[in-house]
């Protein structure tokens, strides 16, 4: 019988967290296309294995013994696409940009990179989304991660990376940092924070289209800078208020709150140039990022 691998690791994701919303949150994929697939495997193994009661989701005996087989599968599999993506990268460089390196998800590529391919070398820039398309197209760029709304160039080629919500930085003391969640059109008399136009053009279009669809043109700080870090001051001395992703750490003296439902996620894409010799190490160990 073949089993669909990405099934297994569907299985094994649930199994964990005994619970259709957490796992699906984190397989980046919905609660009913989890059950699906869930569904589906069950119908290949010929046996039920969770039970779900109003109590909550349960491993079955069936499940209980396919569990083991499963963790052991799974980790074959890596140990083995380890060694042969090692192999295929040994001494070889790679040269990526990841906008920035602060941010949860670049730090997860790079993290993901040096331990699945210990022996590639690494250089690593973080420029902005605009040089990014012109390096990738002269051949200076390798690999680069980025919006997706991002121009995509003739001659480059992308995949969906990672999804993310969105949350909005306040300082302490602000009125709505006592709110479980925040609706954007709340936010329309604060001064935002906004990067520069020319860093990362797509991040900025996505923002203000957030603005947009609540009906409103934001005030701008007239400050700008390339990093997270420097934002989060500016609001942390309450001169403004800075949407961004829900994932990245709030410092001492900022609140991150998660933004009402409705609010699309950023989408994080993989780029590189379309010839004959891609990054294919990277790009095999990066095809998935939990």
């Not at 696409?81 to 790679?94: H, I, S």
């Not at 947009?212 to 700080?221: I, K, L, N, V």
């Amino acid at each position: 019988m073949d089993v669909d691998l990405r099934l297994v690791r569907y299985f094994l994701v649930m199994a964990e967290e005994l619970h259709f919303t957490a796992a699906a949150r984190r397989l980046y994929v919905s609660q009913p296309a989890l059950s699906n697939q869930i569904r589906r495997l069950e119908a290949q193994l010929g046996a039920q294995l969770f039970e779900r009661s109003p109590r909550g989701v349960t491993l079955t005996a069936a499940g209980e013994a396919f569990l083991p087989h499963a963790q052991s599968a799974l980790a074959a599999i890596r140990s083995g696409v380890a060694e042969a993506t090692a192999a295929a990268g040994r001494d070889q460089v790679l040269r990526i940009d990841v906008l920035q390196t602060d941010l949860v998800t670049p730090r997860a590529v790079l993290a993901r990179l040096r331990e699945r391919l210990p022996t590639l070398r690494l250089e690593v820039s973080s420029r902005g989304s605009r040089e990014q398309e012109q390096r990738l197209l002269n051949g200076d760029l390798d690999l680069a991660l980025c919006g997706s709304t991002a121009r995509l160039a003739d001659g480059l080629v992308q995949r969906v990376m990672r999804r993310e919500a969105l949350g909005i930085a306040l300082p302490t003391d602000h009125p709505l940092t006592r709110a479980d969640a925040v609706a954007v059109r709340e936010l329309a008399d604060e001064v935002h924070y906004l990067p520069r136009d020319d860093f990362a053009p797509e991040w900025n279009d996505f923002v203000l289209g957030c603005f947009r669809t609540a009906g409103f043109q934001p005030r701008r700080h007239p400050a700008s800078t390339d990093g997270t870090s420097s934002a989060l001051e500016l609001v942390r001395a309450g001169e403004c208020v800075a949407l961004g992703l829900l994932s990245t750490p709030a410092p001492e003296g900022v609140v991150v709150k998660p933004l009402a439902a409705g609010v699309p996620p950023y989408t994080w894409t993989l780029r590189w140039r379309d010839s004959a010799h891609p990054p294919t190490a990277a790009l095999t160990v990066l095809r998935t990022l939990d």
